[in-house]
Structures are given as C-alpha cells and as structure tokens.
C-alpha cells in the first residue's frame, strides 16, 4: 500500500460493495492514488488510518443500504463524510466500474458539487438511536401491510365461494368474532353450533367484565 503525504488538502471516493470497498484519493495538482480494501472492521479501520495519513478531510460513498452502514459508522466522526444517493452522481453513457464510480465521487468533491445547496445534496447522517427507530417504524408498517395482504386474501377466498359474511363487519372484517366464524366456518360447523358457541362466548366476557 503506497502512501504520500502532503500539505494540500485531498478528497476520498469510496465505492462501497458487498465484500470488496474501492477508494480514490485525488487532489487539485493532478495526484491520484488507489487502493481496495475488505470489509471487515479491521480493514474498515485501515481505510481511516491510510485517509489520515493521505491529508484527507472530505470523503464521499453512494449510499448502498445495509453495505455502506459499518463504513459510514467508522468514518462520519472522523471525517466530512458526504454520502449521496446513486441516481444522483451515475454519469450518463459511462461503463460502470468500481475504479471510476470512486474516482468520480472525489471529483465531484474536488470541484464543489457535494454539498449543502450545491449540484448533489448530502443524506442526512441519523445517529443509532434515530436509525434504530427508523428501522423498526419501517419494519412495523412492513408487518402491517403484510398481515393487510393475507386478511384481504382470506376475504376473496370467500368471496369466490359467495359467503359474504364478512359485509356484516365494515369496520373491521377481522375482529374477533369475525375470525371465530371464519374458523367455525373452516371446522364446517353448523350454523345452530356457531350461534351457541358465539352466545357462549358473548356471556364468558360478560362475566369476565363483572
């Protein structure tokens, strides 16, 4: 790993895979220098280490999910890290390749179009709590539509087979009761056993109240 040190201020690319990180460094004299790394955490450390020892203050990653995470926990307090969205800094007509998306994403620090109100905006850095949080919201609406999904479902099975009793639950077609009958109905339970069974219930929750 070949390393320059110089007074000048250097700006860093980083494109970000699933098990390899290719990184740029370039500077306004023409100076460039490049190198691949790992993934692992050891490796994630060098990379801060060998941006240390080039002078580099400004580093900029594609934002890749759950790839760019560990890189950009180990760097944004070390560094001015600007990470961007792909769509954003993708050249037209261009092959892509892990050397130029890097070398570009330093140029395009280098000429001044990453920035707060500049050509590329930044994503907005969430410390872990408001990450954590995020993740979770995302993953309880997730459940949600999901269990949406499988109950409307369930309806049109029975819609195909014309038993329509679910109209009689506007609000809401899954709500206890509505889901005994349609367990009754799957047990192919007589309408005179479904009533008792429901007026059986109807009173142990009563009960349950006083």
Known sequence: MTVQTSD??????????????FACIVDTTGFKIEERFNTHTTDLNN?????????????????????SEPAI???????????????DTKRSNKKKTDTDDAW???????GHAIGKG?????????DDIQAGLKKLTRLKAKYSKSATTHKNRVNKIFVRQNIKIFDHFRQNKFTQTSIYIYLAIGEEKSLNDLKIELEDKKSQQLDKKN
Do not use: H, P
């Open 118 to 126: 500049r050509k590329i905006e930044i994503s907005y850095l969430q």
């Open 73 to 87: 926990k180990v760097l944004k307090s070390k560094f001015n890290l600007m990470v961007v969205n792909a769509a």
């Open 8 to 21: 000048l201020k250097r700006y860093a690319g980083l494109d970000i895979a699933k098990e390899s990180i």
């Open 47 to 67: 990379i801060e280490n060998w941006l240390k020892t080039c002078n580099v203050v400004e580093v900029a990653l594609e934002n890749t999910g759950i790839y």
């Open 104 to 110: 570009w994403l330093a140029e395009l620090i280098k």
